[in-house]
């Protein structure tokens, strides 16, 4: 069940978390305990709030130290919940409950207890009672003493509130703080990743340092759970669109924009189960070279942009690339190649290589060495623990796909597919992937509809019978190593 009545990003931000009353849950009490906690039970499922308030506060103020740590976290959470149900909502209530949890001798910041918080600050946030979910988050830092532990949205709401009444240096500490922070943990959700890039944009306006901004703008994609983009009419997220107008411009320093690009570039294979976040990150390292008047590296950073990026996106990718092509060179001559490349492949209109209308490849052979960072990074990646899964199979073909090595994640897409369930979806995506891969190897979009037909009627093509017209060459043999 939900508790907030709150702005469409809140609601999905604690849906996310979800909020819940499910007392089953909670562990076996200790025997003193035993009789208040089974009381609860029933007033839970009678729905009666009063007294779930009352109960869970009575645990808290006078056996709180008979509780166990997670039993006292789970008391907490309910209370929560029935002063969220109660009307009025009882905010106050939630805060000393909060109060008397956290006097409970060597709590410790356990996962569960950072959920619960989180959960309950979010609630009263999303009621639009934005000084008593400050409230929260400020007991939480006096428990740990000014630390930042626990789970990173929990945070924003502060840092959010200190921004907007003018405390511009001490959100931007803060930001940065929860950005980078190894005791804090979890993704930001988008709302919340959009609302962090306008903070690092508004303090660096501030302070002048477009350099620390640039490594925040990084951190924020790279922090960011990946889900629930929204891209406008050119194909850009908000967040990526602020970044290419507002930050990107600000990128003098050549150490700083060398060092962004580094860290975006290191981060690629860690995250390399999130698609979007790799193509964000991969667009900003596109934009960078370009600022830095970087054409050779900006050229091959676009080779990798186009053969990695997600199906879904190919569209806005080729028009990007485009773009950037026509920025680069203040003309559309090698813009139209590369539409031609995209469209005909190297073998031109006819379909057939050595011939006058041939098209010209307009990347680079190679995308070059990468900085040993970078290297080391995608190194420890692919000898990271990977599953017989076609789901891992298909990560770690991604992987290879960003190396530049198009045979090896073919390979591995092949078997992809063979371990592979007979269900659409995930023969549809690792087939798509797989037919983008052998295009780039034989620079024919032929190949990929060819393929697409051998994968669906075999070598002996749609009448299943051998040496008949219809019959079905594997285009991905040439590129296959089979024993």
Known sequence: MMFVQAHAHVRAV????????????IPSATADATAEFSLMYADYKAQRWEQVRD???????TQRDQLTDRQATYCYQHLAGACMKLEPREFDTIIKGLDALLSKPDMPMTPLLAKAINISAYAIWGAREEEKAVQVVDKLLAHTKGQLAGMRSLYFIKARHLNSTKKTAEARKLFHDLL???????????????????????SAKADGDWGKAGTDWVRTVVVWDGRGATYDDTGETPFFRRFRLELLPKLKDAKATAAIVGQAAAHIPRKIRAPRTCHELQKAIVL????????KEALAAAKTLYQTCPADRFDAVVDYIADMLKRMDGSIARANRFLDYVKFGTVGPDGKPGTEDDAVNPFPESVGEMPPTVADAY????EGEWQETWEDKRCLAMLYRYMDEPKKALELLADAFAVAPMKPEPLQLVAGDMANVLI??????????RLAQFLKFGREGKDGKAGTEDDVVDPREPYLKRG
């Not at 604690?14 to 089953?24: M, P, V, Y």
């Not at 190894?182 to 959009?194: F, K, N, R, V």
């Not at 190194?379 to 692919?382: L, S, V």
């Open 288 to 295: 960078l070279h370009v600022r830095a008047g970087q054409k």
């Open 14 to 25: 604690s849906l996310a978390l979800g909020f819940s009353l499910c007392l089953a849950a």
């Open 55 to 61: 109960r869970n506060v009575h645990l808290l103020t």
């Open 379 to 382: 190194k420890e990646a692919i």
């Open 180 to 202: 980078w922070s190894e005791q804090c943990t979890g993704p930001l959700g988008y709302a919340i990743s959009q609302a962090t890039v306008d903070c690092i944009i508004v």
């Open 440 to 449: 780039q190897l034989t620079g024919n979009p032929a190949d990929g509809d």
